[in-house]
């Protein structure tokens, strides 16, 4: 792509190339691109330039810079609006027919605070299930999930929840009300 002069500006026209480039499949999701300086001179444009286009997809969750490590791809673009179909990260992974893991960081018993009891609808320092998970995808920490489940259940229900922290399944009745904080890790 011929990168052109004030018809629109340069780091939109790198953002446009790069979307085109994970679009053909040129560059898959998950991949590492190339350098900042050697896309740079690839690109016959700034340093400043490319940063300016990267970081633009980077806020837009195209793109993933690790400190030390590079930038990654990590969405092809193609995705369905939020409201339309709302799907789980392990739902997600199977129709992209990617696999992924599931560290476990922590998993307590502790009192809630009250925020978490407010978005929970249960009293100040009740007893919830607390569990600490991050998901993993080709080497690569993807989200970081905060888990609060009210412990409102049988001692059986909470040794499961306990038990398969790896796979929360809101569906099943005993995590009808479970409070999920997560971030995507960049």
Request: glycine share 4%; hydrophobic share 35%; with cysteine.
């Amino acid at each position: 792509m011929e990168i052109k002069d004030k018809i629109e500006c340069r780091y939109i026209q790198i953002q446009n190339l790069i979307i085109n480039n994970i679009k053909t499949g040129k560059w898959p999701v998950y991949s590492k691109i190339k350098d900042e300086i050697s896309l740079s001179e690839e690109l016959g444009i700034s340093r400043g330039t490319l940063r300016k286009a990267i970081k633009g997809l980077i806020d837009k969750g195209v793109l993933m810079q690790i400190k030390g490590k590079g930038t990654f791809v990590v969405s092809d673009i193609i995705q369905q609006p939020l409201a339309s179909r709302l799907v789980s990260f392990s739902e997600a992974m199977k129709e992209r027919n990617l696999s992924y893991d599931t560290v476990v960081l922590k998993k307590e018993i502790i009192k809630s605070d009250y925020k978490t009891s407010a978005l929970l609808e249960i009293e100040p320092e009740e007893t919830v299930i607390f569990i600490e998970r991050l998901r993993i995808v080709d080497n690569l920490p993807i989200i970081y999930f905060k888990n609060y489940i009210p412990d409102l259940y049988t001692k059986t229900h909470r040794a499961r929840a306990l038990h398969s922290c790896k796979r929360l399944s809101l569906t099943q009745p005993c995590y009808w009300k479970s409070r999920q904080i997560f971030a995507n890790c960049r």
